[in-house]
């Protein structure tokens, strides 16, 4: 991506007022509850006491976990005012690249956030697409893709911002506790970002970004999503 010239533009980030939330805060604060139900369901003793194990360290790291979270989504908003395009970094980034050495569990992991990005992608079609395009005015005219990853905000950013805050955790977590947790996120904040997308359109229009901009003129299929 070439340099672009987005510094006065009102592209959420850090200090915007684009400051609506992804419902992550209520998430955590209901780990207790999630973790318990998993440990419920666990296989045997040993992975019933890993999930405990799990649920401590959320419970004393939950500011940290906040402010990663919340880090990691600015991330792909100042990378894109900056001009950057910055690939995911969690694996599921590198699947495309037959060098990578991807290792096996991290590829299951980054694979189920994958499959929640795809089918968010497929929720919010209207305003992924909208968001492509109105950025791209910004981006002077270069179009990212609705699905790119590098669109700031998508859904696969936002799950990748998630899978690399659990992994900084101080401790090593099971496959299936990750992919059980990739189904509570889904659940408990992509099902809500309908709002977040919306309200990132709005704060575009507002500064006169394409306001009349028609779905149908640009390709978008009512059956495609949202």
């Known amino acids: 991506?070439?340099?672009?010239?987005?510094a006065a533009q009102p592209v959420p980030g850090r200090d915007n007022e684009f400051n609506a939330p992804l419902p992550i805060d209520e998430m955590l604060a209901d780990a207790n509850d999630i973790v318990l139900d998993l440990a419920d369901r666990a296989?045997?003793?040993q992975e019933r006491g890993h999930y405990f194990e799990i649920l401590h360290e959320i419970l004393l790291n939950q500011l940290e976990l906040r402010q990663a979270f919340a880090g990691e989504l600015a991330r792909g908003f100042?990378?894109?005012?900056?001009?950057?395009?910055?690939?995911?970094?969690?694996?599921?980034?590198?699947l495309a690249s037959a060098l990578?050495?991807?290792?096996?569990?991290?590829?299951?992991?980054?694979?189920?956030?994958?499959?929640?990005?795809?089918?968010?992608n497929a929720r919010y079609g209207a305003y992924l697409l909208a968001l492509n395009h109105r950025?791209?005015?910004?981006?002077?005219g270069l179009t990212l893709g609705e699905y790119n990853p590098a669109l700031p905000g998508a859904p696969a950013q936002v799950a990748d911002a998630m899978q690399t805050t659990l992994g900084k955790l101080p401790i090593a977590i099971a496959i299936r506790f990750h992919s059980a947790?990739?189904?509570?996120?889904?659940r408990r904040v992509l099902l809500r970002a309908s709002d977040i997308y919306a309200q990132f359109n709005n704060l575009l229009i507002g500064?006169?970004?394409?306001?009349?901009?028609?779905?149908?003129?640009i390709g978008?299929?009512?059956?495609?999503?949202?």
């Open 1 to 6: 991506m070439s340099q672009l010239d987005t």
């Open 43 to 45: 296989a045997t003793n």
């Open 78 to 94: 100042d990378n894109f005012r900056e001009g950057r395009a910055e690939p995911l970094r969690t694996p599921v980034s590198q």
């Open 100 to 120: 990578s050495l991807i290792d096996q569990d991290e590829y299951e992991v980054s694979l189920a956030y994958s499959e929640v990005s795809r089918r968010a």
């Open 135 to 140: 950025l791209a005015v910004l981006a002077g």
């Open 181 to 186: 947790w990739a189904q509570e996120f889904e």
């Open 207 to 217: 500064a006169g970004i394409l306001p009349n901009l028609s779905l149908e003129a």
């Open 220 to 226: 978008f299929q009512s059956g495609r999503g949202q």
